[in-house]
């Protein structure tokens, strides 16, 4: 490791890096460059404003692969930071900086831990690869959504992906994602009829409609849950109608809602059973629904075992599988590779003012994904 950087020193230069997505300002190359003399092929697939990078060393299997982005979200309200965002201070022992806990300080320890593996091991089994993207933190249409598209073409297996969002919940290291819940948006119109409030009798109140709806679906039981996943859950966002003056009762109301469901349900299904129950009281509507993520699940395994393990010697900890949490890019890549899991810092302060990862917890990390590179392919 002599004359290489440190984790920290890398975590740095990524951190001071302007990359609001989906500019990756350099980061991608900066990452290629520190592997140049570590033997990876490199291939950029930008698509419109977004950078991605695939780096692969040797053609063997299994294929390890690091996942992440190198995009962050912007600062937000400068005046609350106690350092410049891209500045990378180190106060107190702890790193201060956008992407210091989403999830630069990953990159660095994957990066340094890759270096540092093949250094001791440069005929090691299997092969080692790096997927970046600057589009996650965005829509995240064109990053690693597109990149595992052309590895679907060629018929590039992945054994294992290792992702590296902040999962850390109260303790480093007590969290391990092997999965996330779906997520299905809905835009309901329910349709009544215009009248004076004063002559009920004459209209149709499409809000009182909508209350007794939402009664009954609010109580509906979509699923009970299962090993993996807490039951499917419903949330209504917002509701708005017509009203244009006081003494009128509208023609229609909208309510917007959103569905985090289990792997026991499908998009499909969910769509199914909500329109039946609408028919089924006789009610007018239109409804648009989008999907922003299918769920999905990597079983209890060699992966999650590789993690419990490697976790435990390093921090002496037992870590927990969880399915929590919003969406991330793990979605596109579990589709495809056959085992998938989500690790990295403590998620406290990441898109907040003032994100940071202690130092410790950083040269941690690497620890971690280097033993997990030890088990996998030695
Ligand atoms: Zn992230």
């Known amino acids: 490791m002599s004359g290489k950087l440190n984790v920290l020193d890398i975590a740095t230069n990524l951190i001071q890096k302007k990359s609001i997505t989906p500019n990756d300002d350099g980061c991608q190359e ?4 520190e592997l140049k003399d570590f033997n990876f092929d490199c291939v950029n697939l930008n698509l419109e404003n977004v950078s991605n990078i695939w780096l692969r060393r040797g053609t063997k299997k299994p294929l390890v692969v690091f996942a992440g982005h190198t995009d962050v979200v912007p600062p937000g309200n400068l005046n609350e930071w106690k350092t410049d965002p891209f500045e990378a201070e180190v106060i107190d022992k702890t790193l201060f900086g956008r992407g210091a806990s989403d999830m630069k300080s990953s990159l660095a320890a994957m990066l340094s831990a890759t270096q540092k593996f093949i250094t001791e091991n440069p005929n090691h089994n299997g092969s080692i690869g790096f997927l970046l993207t600057s589009d996650e933190e965005g829509p995240a249409r064109y990053g690693t959504k597109k990149v595992i598209e052309k590895f679907k073409k060629e018929n590039m297996s992945i054994e294992f992906c290792i992702v590296g969002e902040p999962t850390s919940s109260k303790v480093f ?9 779906g997520s299905l948006s809905g835009k309901l119109k329910i349709f009544g009829i215009q009248g004076h409030i004063a002559y009920p009798e004459l209209a149709k109140n499409p809000i009182h409609i909508a209350g007794n709806f939402i009664e009954i679906i609010n109580n509906y039981k979509w699923d009970e849950g299962n090993e993996y996943f807490p039951p499917t859950s419903f949330q209504i966002s917002s509701i708005y109608s017509d009203k244009v003056a006081s003494n009128m009762i509208p023609s229609w ?3 917007e809602f ?3 469901f289990s792997n026991e349900l499908t998009q499909k299904n969910i769509e199914k ?5 609408l028919t089924n009281n006789e009610i007018q509507y239109e409804i648009d629904w989008n999907c922003s993520a299918e769920p999905f699940v990597t079983e209890q395994g060699k992966l999650t075992g590789v993690f419990q393990k490697v976790i435990k010697n390093n921090l002496n ?6 399915t929590s949490g919003g969406t ?5 890549i579990s589709k495809h590779a056959d085992e998938t899991i989500e690790f990295g810092p403590l998620n406290a ?15 941690k990390l690497e620890s971690i994904y280097y033993g997990i590179l030890r088990e996998l392919l030695l």
Not at 174 to 180: A, E, L, M, S
Not at 273 to 277: A, D, I, M, S, T
Not at 328 to 332: K, P
């Open 30 to 33: 900066y990452i290629k460059d």
């Open 173 to 181: 290291g007590d969290t391990i994602k092997n999965g996330r819940r």
């Open 253 to 255: 109301v909208k309510i």
């Open 258 to 260: 959103n569905l985090r």
């Open 273 to 277: 059973k909500f329109e039946e129950l």
């Open 317 to 322: 900890i037992e870590t927990n599988l969880s």
């Open 328 to 332: 991330s890019d793990a979605r596109f």
């Open 349 to 363: 302060t990441a898109h907040k003012v003032n994100e940071n990862i202690k130092v410790e917890e950083l040269e």
